[in-house]
T-cell receptor, first 113, second 114 residues
């Protein structure tokens, strides 16, 4: 069964600090991995998408890495801001036609002043 | 700019009522999706559609139906709402072109069934 596990479940950091969120998956055959940011009460917004051949991708202060061999990904947030407080969801797509996705349960990040 | 809109941000309905949730996308996407999101469970796929009048069941279709009469509009129907359908409902769309099938989400509808 395809699964995506995220850790930690929640995290509190001080404004200005860096943090790293983890994602492990067992989705096969693998197509791509995405990280979404979801503000409270809002829909998810895509941060990065990585295919099999990509091992790092950045979007401003967000940097995602992918190790397809170990089936692990991380999302690193640099110099955190209060607006980074949100749920971060790892989503993995299998090669199954109409984009059937497997969602992680998310990491809830709180950036404290 | 990509846009997916949902008809209501908040909705309160009574048990047994028929509920319609509407989703519209302006990107000419072929694929549209309905998810529900519950604390501790993440997003779960209810139904998706890959073309007008076409639909496929997702992981949790029981108690729901869908309608796609036009390419830009995808409706989720709760025939007889129950309290266990209280949830956040998210609509998404994606293009069939390209390799990544990136999904764009709407803002969500928080439905409360009393």
């Amino acid at each position: 069964k395809n699964q995506v596990e995220q850790s930690p479940q929640s995290l509190i950091i001080l404004e200005g600090k860096n943090c790293t969120l983890q994602c492990n998956y067992t989705v096969s055959p693998f197509s791509n991995l995405r990280w979404y940011k979801q503000d409270t009460g809002r829909g998810p917004v895509s941060l990065t998408i990585m295919t099999f051949s990509e091992n790092t991708k950045s979007n401003g202060r967000y940097t995602a890495t992918l190790d397809a061999d170990t089936k692990q990904s991380s999302l690193h947030i640099t110099a955190s801001q209060l607006s980074d407080s949100a749920s971060y969801i790892c989503v993995v797509s299998a090669l199954s036609g109409y984009s059937t996705l497997t969602f992680g349960k998310g990491t809830m990040l709180l950036v404290s002043p | 700019d990509v846009k997916v809109t949902q008809s209501s941000r908040y909705l309160v309905k009574r048990t047994g009522e028929k509920v319609f949730l509407e989703c519209v996308q302006d990107m000419d996407h072929e694929n549209m999706f309905w998810y529900r999101q519950d604390p501790g469970l993440g997003l779960r796929l209810i139904y998706f559609s890959y073309d007008v009048k076409m639909k496929e069941k997702g992981d949790i279709p029981e108690g729901y139906s869908v309608s796609r009469e036009k390419k830009e509009r995808f409706s989720l129907i709760l025939e007889s709402a129950s309290t266990n359908q209280t949830s956040m409902y998210l609509c998404a769309s994606s293009s069939s072109a390209g390799a990544t099938y990136e999904q764009y989400f709407g803002p969500g509808t928080r439905l409360t069934v009393t």
